[in-house]
């Protein structure tokens, strides 16, 4: 028994190359998110990590490549883990955790930024907007999508489309403040309000496709 426990309470270490991969996954995002997607080169990435640029192309092929994978890591950390969509709780639970998470991820400095770049760039380089689009919220609505399926064929929801649902639901949840912070505007609000709001923003959500 005690062979058991000790096989489930300790971490795998991370192997050599895992730890490089993460300090250039570490790097890359904070240039990304600092100087914005055309002004980040892959040399850049390398020093900044530590490594040998031929070690970053080890790991990503393309600064493309790891770009993407900078975007997933961040929705997968907030809005994607498997905490958020697992177990059988409630469904008005999981949507208020996912409220919660989705709102950290969206008003985080580092999403605010890349919102900012893309917005920017977007009429000479559509390409780095849709490379976010494909990388970022289209992830996080696929994952509220496919919990969202579920739940319909298991009788809870009840609802004929689910891409307008998504849309809804993520719509209710990008609050006013989610605006003022890519323009720049002040947009303090308290713990308890932004909290109030998601709670009715869920239960709105869930009066009108609950069975």
Known sequence: MNESINDTTQPKPRTRSEEKRQQIVQAASHLFTEQGY???????????????????YSHFGAKEDLFKFCVEERCIANVMNEQVFSGSRPIRDTLLDFARHFQELIMSREAIQLCRLCAANAELHPEISAMFFAAGPEQVEAALKHYLAGKVDAGELACDD??????????????????????????????????????????????????
């Open 38 to 56: 055309l002004s980040t080169s892959m040399d850049q990435v390398a020093e900044a990590a530590g490594v040998s640029k031929q070690t970053v």
């Open 162 to 211: 689910l891409d307008m649902a998504c849309e809804q639901l993520l719509s209710l949840l990008k609050t006013g403040t989610h605006f003022m912070a890519i323009l720049g505007l002040p947009h303090d609000e308290s713990q308890n309000k932004a909290e109030q709001y998601l709670h009715k923003s869920v239960d709105m959500f869930l009066r009108y496709y609950q069975s």
